[in-house]
């Protein structure tokens, strides 16, 4: 079997939607995943592990790499800044495995202009009333900050059409047996399993 470039996969959705909690999930059954670790000038949280959930670095620092063309995506959100290092993608996807980005619609739109063959999903939660709830129980904002985000998530969840897979995250179980689904698809689509069987399928296509 010849080696194949790693699948590309994007993951969005509005803040309280369970986008992190399923793709923690399908990680933890899945060893030729991984997920990038994203760049970000927003304070951490007393949850987060800084090279874990993000590389927490200073604004300063960001906009340097910007200049340095070190971000596959970027974009500004709630007034702090994220990205996705171009290298640590690259590197991750040369070695044959999948990469997982957990990005907004922002940086989604930015990923596909360069990178077509990505395979993008949005989630979105069962109603406002779920999402409100599940913002509310993380409480790890305040009520201000709780309201700007249900705002952000519906213009957020307008872009739901520009993504090719859709999943609703009713049921978790249900929604990370569609998650883990996908990815099963993307691996067999014959432009990505036909290279890494390419000697099995000579040897069926060959005269006995």
Partial sequence: ???RSG???IVSAPSGAGKTSLVHALLATDD???VSVSHTTRPRRPSEVAGVNY???QRRT???MIAANAFLEHAEVFGNFYGTS???VQTELATG???ILEIDWQGAALVRQ???DAASIFIVPPSQAALRARLQTRAQDDPDVIESRLAEARGEMAHFHEFDYLIINDDFGTALLELSAIVLAERCRQSHSAGLNQRLLDELLSDP
């Fill in 7 to 9: 699948i590309l996969f």
């Fill in 86 to 88: 171009r290298q640590a």
């Fill in 55 to 57: 590389h927490f670095i």
């Fill in 97 to 99: 495995k999948d990469v």
């Fill in 114 to 116: 360069t990178r077509p």
């Fill in 1 to 3: 079997m010849s080696a």
């Fill in 32 to 34: 030729k995943l991984s």
């Fill in 62 to 64: 960001f906009t340097d």
